[in-house]
């Protein structure tokens, strides 16, 4: 005898059915998800810190290194406070990497490491140093390549071989991984033939309109099962069955923009780093220019970059700033940092260098992409400065308060407004005007980009260019590394600690001799400003 069912029974039993296999489902999805982000936190947790941390550890020591080796082939003062730096550095990241080593091996090397640090810093301290400022450099050389440099290849050995145990922590968090996967993977096409048997089972017993929304449903499974999380799930039954379809949407929306979340944020992670590495965090300074640079970025990675050569008679800058934010921006910079360095490499001239620069954007990038960029070379001699401004802010000079223009002996500041040409990566022919001017001890010439004149306020005004040379000037009397640091803070502080844009800021303070012609050039004044047309 057959037992007839209702069809609200059945409709009562099939829906209980399906929402028992929805919610498994679900579990199933989470639990992969969880476990993922499981390994993810013992990569970034364990693994990813103690590498950063023995990179640090190597990199400050071969710092010392270095500041060693240059302190004994021209001794200076900023060499050996380099090194000090370096070695508090040194000291701090010790201290608070031995937390992230767990295993016996693990501590074992990081002692060696540390003791053989601590040999290094000896000889350094009682025997290097010492000699070389008793003037006896050739025999603290000597006595640095006996010492000194094994135990720096000691250090880097040991590094790697720290590293080499952190790979294999990695390795493990994969096999785990791979293991819960596989696990998850199981159950999941359990539940997805359970799924499947379900829905014919509806197909067959209930209303087509049912049955077709219980199938969509299905299919949206089986996709997020293979990581398609762009399945549209579009059920008009005006029931709870919608209500389940409209849910299951933003079920997989939610899990797709975890997923690109992550993802994105480990790409941020990689481009920051590599944005890091190209630009030059310590810059050469000559007896008549130093060099400070100041950057702040708003996000991981920014288009905000600048660049510094120094030859024997001149001292060659660029500071750009890539149009839009983010990893695109970044490539921008990229390309056009590259541009930058393998022409000046092969000698070419400043007008060359934007040329090429200017080819490779339009080719590289899309077209409402665009580039910003000073190029500026100063006679270290005569300090007779030059630029090519395309697009970019125009530089500001802080006078030292002496000289013929000077008035009450205080330092004077004002914009440097010469020509002015079209930014890189819009047009063949951007123009060529050149801005040349006469620079006098004491003097600052100040490249930047227009976040300091962008950032904005909590109620939306800008910091502007009134506010930003009004700053520059009563900031004036500090030493350049002050001035930089303080106006970054005045700026964060306007903005209540929110930057929209990246801020980047060259300082070039003229150190050199007195000029001897303290008269005219050409029947214009020294000091200001000369216009130059391509």
Same mark, same amino acid.
């Given at each position: 005898?057959?037992?007839?069912?209702?069809?609200?029974?059945?409709?009562?039993?099939?829906?209980?059915?399906?929402?028992?296999?929805?919610?498994?489902?679900?579990?199933?999805?989470?639990?992969?998800?969880?476990?993922?982000?499981?390994?993810?936190?013992?990569?970034?947790?364990?693994?990813?810190?103690?590498?950063?941390?023995?990179?640090?550890?190597?990199?400050?020591?071969?710092?010392?290194?270095?500041?060693?080796?240059?302190?004994?082939?021209?001794?200076?003062?900023?060499?050996?406070?380099?090194?000090?730096?370096?070695?508090?550095?040194?000291?701090?990241?010790?201290?608070?990497?031995?937390?992230?080593?767990?295993?016996?091996?693990?501590?074992?090397?990081?002692?060696?490491?540390?003791?053989?640090?601590?040999?290094?810093?000896?000889?350094?301290?009682?025997?290097?140093?010492?000699?070389?400022?008793?003037?006896?450099?050739?025999?603290?050389?000597?006595?640095?390549?006996?010492?000194?440099?094994?135990?720096?290849?000691?250090?880097?050995?040991?590094?790697?071989?720290?590293?080499?145990?952190?790979?294999?922590?990695?390795?493990?968090?994969?096999?785990?991984?791979?293991?819960?996967?596989?696990?998850?993977?199981?159950?999941?096409?359990?539940?997805?033939?359970?799924?499947?048997?379900?829905?014919?089972?509806?197909?067959?017993?209930?209303?087509?309109?049912?049955?077709?929304?219980?199938?969509?449903?299905?299919?949206?499974?089986?996709?997020?099962?293979?990581?398609?999380?762009?399945?549209?799930?579009?059920?008009?039954?005006?029931?709870?069955?919608?209500?389940?379809?409209?849910?299951?949407?933003?079920?997989?929306?939610?899990?797709?923009?975890?997923?690109?979340?992550?993802?994105?944020?480990?790409?941020?992670?990689?481009?920051?780093?590599?944005?890091?590495?190209?630009?030059?965090? $310590?810059?050469?300074?000559? &007896? %008549? /220019?130093? +060099? =400070?640079?100041? *950057?702040?970025?708003?996000?991981?990675? #920014?288009?905000?970059?600048?660049?510094?050569?120094?030859?024997?008679?001149?001292?060659?800058?660029?500071?750009?700033?890539?149009?839009?934010?983010?990893?695109?921006?970044?490539?921008?910079?990229?390309?056009?940092?590259?541009?930058?360095?393998?022409?000046?490499?092969?000698?070419?001239?400043?007008?060359?260098?934007?040329?090429?620069?200017?080819?490779?954007?339009?080719?590289?990038?899309?077209?409402?992409?665009? $580039?910003?960029?000073?190029? &500026? %070379? /100063?006679? +270290? =001699?005569?300090? *007779?400065?030059?630029?090519?401004?395309? #697009?970019?802010?125009?530089?500001?000079?802080?006078?030292?308060?002496?000289?013929?223009?000077?008035?009450?002996?205080?330092?004077?500041?004002?914009?440097?407004?010469?020509?002015?040409?079209?930014?890189?990566?819009?047009?063949?022919?951007?123009?060529?005007?050149?801005?040349?001017?006469?620079?006098?001890?004491?003097?600052?010439?100040?490249?930047?980009?227009?976040?300091?004149?962008?950032?904005?306020?909590?109620?939306?005004?800008?910091?502007?260019?009134?506010?930003?040379?009004?700053?520059?000037?009563?900031?004036?009397?500090?030493?350049?590394?002050?001035?930089?640091?303080?106006?970054?803070?005045?700026?964060?502080?306007?903005?209540?600690?929110?930057?929209?844009?990246?801020?980047?800021?060259?300082?070039?303070?003229?150190?050199?001799?007195?000029?001897?012609?303290?008269?005219?050039?050409?029947?214009?004044?020294?000091?200001?400003?000369?216009?130059?047309?391509?």
């Amino acid at each position: 005898m057959l037992v007839r069912l209702s069809l609200r029974w059945k409709i009562v039993g099939g829906f209980g059915l399906l929402l028992v296999l929805i919610g498994l489902l679900g579990y199933v999805t989470l639990s992969l998800f969880w476990s993922l982000r499981e390994v993810q936190r013992g990569v970034f947790n364990d693994a990813v810190p103690g590498v950063v941390a023995v990179d640090e550890i190597v990199r400050s020591y071969t710092a010392q290194s270095a500041a060693v080796r240059g302190f004994l082939l021209l001794p200076s003062d900023p060499l050996l406070e380099q090194y000090a730096a370096e070695v508090s550095n040194v000291e701090g990241v010790l201290e608070e990497s031995r937390s992230q080593f767990t295993s016996s091996r693990e501590l074992e090397l990081l002692d060696e490491l540390t003791q053989a640090g601590e040999e290094f810093q000896t000889s350094v301290e009682d025997d290097v140093v010492p000699l070389a400022e008793q003037g006896q450099r050739s025999l603290a050389q000597a006595h640095f390549s006996q010492q000194g440099a094994p135990l720096i290849l000691e250090i880097e050995r040991l590094g790697r071989e720290l590293r080499d145990l952190q790979r294999e922590v990695v390795l493990r968090t994969e096999q785990d991984l791979q293991t819960r996967s596989n696990q998850a993977l199981i159950t999941l096409v359990a539940v997805i033939i359970g799924a499947l048997g379900v829905g014919l089972l509806l197909t067959i017993l209930l209303p087509r309109r049912l049955s077709s929304g219980l199938s969509e449903l299905v299919e949206a499974a089986r996709a997020i099962g293979r990581g398609d999380f762009d399945q549209k799930v579009d059920i008009r039954s005006g029931d709870e069955v919608e209500e389940l379809g409209d849910r299951f949407t933003e079920m997989q929306g939610a899990l797709k923009r975890l997923q690109q979340l992550a993802l994105q944020d480990r790409e941020l992670e990689i481009a920051g780093a590599i944005q890091r590495n190209l630009l030059q965090r $310590t810059l050469p300074n000559t &007896a %008549t /220019v130093k +060099l =400070v640079p100041i *950057q702040r970025q708003a996000n991981l990675v #920014g288009g905000d970059w600048y660049d510094v050569d120094v030859t024997h008679s001149t001292v060659t800058v660029a500071v750009g700033d890539a149009s839009g934010k983010g990893i695109a921006a970044a490539l921008m910079a990229t390309v056009a940092l590259s541009v930058l360095r393998a022409e000046r490499g092969q000698g070419a001239s400043a007008r060359r260098i934007i040329e090429r620069a200017n080819e490779a954007l339009k080719e590289a990038t899309e077209p409402e992409s665009f $580039t910003t960029l000073i190029y &500026a %070379t /100063v006679d +270290l =001699v005569t300090g *007779q400065a030059g630029w090519l401004n395309m #697009g970019h802010p125009s530089p500001f000079m802080l006078t030292s308060g002496e000289g013929p223009e000077r008035r009450d002996g205080r330092p004077q500041g004002y914009f440097l407004e010469g020509p002015r040409n079209r930014a890189l990566g819009w047009f063949d022919e951007p123009g060529m005007a050149e801005t040349t001017i006469q620079l006098r001890p004491g003097d600052r010439l100040i490249f930047y980009t227009d976040g300091f004149l962008e950032a904005k306020s909590p109620d939306g005004v800008i910091f502007g260019e009134n506010r930003f040379a009004e700053a520059l000037i009563r900031l004036a009397p500090l030493d350049s590394n002050e001035l930089g640091e303080e106006l970054v803070r005045d700026v964060e502080r306007f903005a209540a600690g929110k930057l929209d844009d990246d801020l980047t800021m060259l300082v070039i303070e003229f150190q050199g001799a007195p000029l001897a012609q303290e008269a005219t050039d050409e029947g214009r004044p020294v000091g200001r400003v000369t216009k130059t047309e391509n």
